[in-house]
């Protein structure tokens, strides 16, 4: 039969959230303690100078000074962080396509700097970018286009919409985008972050409600903030957590007062990035209905990447776009661009267009990005003559589903919706998050590694982001690769022997007894690997 993501009749039930085995969450939370432990030894070393790298303390100059960060963020930063921060911020040379470039770099203080070897790492298979539908090209429709509007308009505007700033190419494209969302109205912004953290407070005061899932992102919990209402949480994707906040709200209202709320807003992501997971979008629905609630959806990862019209997570489930009073999304992610949305009924773009600080202050959208939008909005909706949007929808859907299988069949434990094109693969274990980037990078696939305090401490992982710009060899390669380096990581079928859970804690000792902190020369980079290695082998044959 046709697959639901492709008719619009979801089964948004078929969400996995394996929880994490005992052993292994007791196994996790001690080899954090080992970090821990080490990380104060290593700080005991450094006061008496014995440390023999001391990067990691305060500068002379700032020794009186009153400490910046947190002593938690502080420690964390210098004994945990820093042992495996070159799984981040690699820079890239090329399009972010499904190949890349990487500019290769070393370290010669232990993370603390990198420095660039001259050497690029050639088509490096990516798995990290949100380039849901492979828009994120430099040949093509979209990319002719966008530069034409470059020699026309330039690529900044310098200034605000409210003043100089605002140019046709803004207004064919909100005109666009309300059509695209079914929409009456739309309005955009130059910033996706900025889209939820600068326009709810414009919404909500205090005296108002705000009701968000726990999972909800940075942006959308700094706007909540920001705004001065008052915020109440419920469980991820849970109608139980949040019916039952809609009627204490109903019956109790403010505190100490009891005031019925000026407004109840409740705030939801389309997919939500870490997990995986698919709002369960007709329930909220019904519930905001029930209870006169307002409902702001962000679809920042949805909008182009679900539905059988690529139009977000309404779409998917088949529902009418009035039915959400608010709706939000960013064209950073499917249509390779930047910039957000926000869309509805006249009425309230109108007044965003007057009370938003991101409408009011911040510069408008760069015309080539803007145009960079149209264009790939219209071939999505198949108005460009061609039927390439749709391809790339349909393309979308069976990666997504095949990675997704074949990683279920050889064993992974993987996070979210049969449908997300969201793959988090979970990795429990302090000294895997650091170990998996790297081995994978040495295999040219660029992958993206999260733990705390992104991630709840015990559940670190690895997220790959599939692409419709992705061959079926290049999900193939990688797959292959994850199961070849399984001896080395040990990140699946926790049920096969009973060493398989002790490794990884051996693994974080061993790191922590012969880090790369501790050796800067690659010679003796190697004889630290080599000896953890026979280690590691010689503790599987006990």
């Not at 919404?203 to 909540?224: R, Y």
């Amino acid at each position: 039969g046709i697959k639901p993501f492709l008719t619009g009749r979801a089964d948004y039930r078929v969400d996995s959230f394996e929880e994490t085995p005992l052993l292994v969450a007791v196994l996790t939370y001690m080899g954090y303690g080992i970090l821990t432990i080490f990380g104060y030894l290593r700080d005991f070393l450094r006061d008496w100078k014995l440390e023999k790298c001391h990067l990691a303390r305060e500068r002379e100059e700032q020794k009186d000074f009153v400490p910046l960060y947190q002593d938690f963020e502080n420690f964390y930063t210098r004994n945990l962080y820093m042992r495996i921060r070159d799984n981040w911020n690699r820079p890239i040379r090329s399009v972010p396509g499904a190949k890349m470039d990487l500019v290769e770099r070393v370290t010669p203080d232990y993370n603390w700097t990198f420095e660039h070897t001259g050497k690029v790492l050639k088509d490096v298979i990516n798995m990290g970018s949100y380039n849901y539908l492979g828009f994120a090209e430099n040949t093509g429709t979209c990319a002719d286009t966008a530069s034409e509007c470059t020699e026309k308009y330039g690529v900044g505007v310098c200034s605000t919409r409210q003043e100089l700033g605002n140019i046709d190419k803004h207004e064919e494209l909100e005109k666009l985008a309300a059509r695209f969302l079914g929409v009456e109205s739309s309005m955009v912004f130059g910033m996706g972050f900025a889209t939820n953290s600068m326009n709810i407070p414009a919404l909500m005061e205090k005296g108002c409600l705000i009701l968000s899932d726990e999972l909800n992102h940075a942006s959308l919990v700094l706007g909540a903030r920001l705004s001065g209402a008052t915020i109440r949480v419920f469980k991820h994707n849970n109608m139980q957590s949040l019916e039952k906040l809609l009627r204490d709200a109903m019956v109790h209202g403010q505190p100490r007062t009891h005031r019925p709320w000026k407004k109840i807003l409740i705030l939801v992501e389309g997919i939500y990035s870490m997990e995986g997971s698919i709002v369960r979008l007709p329930e909220i629905i019904a519930l905001k209905k029930k209870y006169k609630a307002y409902l702001y959806l962000d679809e920042a990862h949805s909008i182009g990447a679900l539905g059988p019209r690529g139009r977000g997570v309404v779409d998917y489930f088949g529902l009418d776009p009035c039915d959400v009073d608010i709706m939000m999304g960013t064209f950073t992610k499917s249509f390779g661009a930047a910039g957000g949305y926000i869309g509805g009924k006249k009425e309230l773009v109108d007044y965003l267009r007057l009370h938003s600080h991101s409408a009011v202050y911040a510069t408008s959208m760069s015309p080539p990005i803007t145009q960079q939008i149209i264009t790939s909005m219209k071939c999505i909706m198949g108005e460009d003559g061609t039927t390439l949007g749709q391809e790339r929808l349909c393309q979308l859907s069976e990666n997504t589903t095949y990675f997704r299988r074949r990683l279920h069949e050889m064993g992974f434990i993987i996070y979210g919706n049969n449908d997300s094109p969201v793959v988090p693969l979970m990795l429990y274990m302090p000294a895997k998050i650091g170990a998996f980037g790297r081995e994978m990078l040495k295999r040219n696939i660029g992958t993206v590694v999260v733990g705390f305090p992104a991630t709840p401490i015990i559940e670190s992982r690895a997220r790959f982001c599939v692409s419709a710009a992705h061959t079926r060899e290049m999900l193939d390669t990688v797959k292959n690769v994850k199961y070849k380096t399984q001896s080395f990581t040990y990140f699946f079928n926790f049920q096969t022997s009973s060493k398989l859970y002790l490794l990884p804690l051996v693994g974080t000792f061993m790191q922590h007894l012969t880090s790369q902190q501790m050796f800067s020369n690659p010679k003796q980079q190697r004889r630290q690997k080599s000896v953890f290695l026979r280690f590691s082998y010689s503790f599987m044959n006990l």
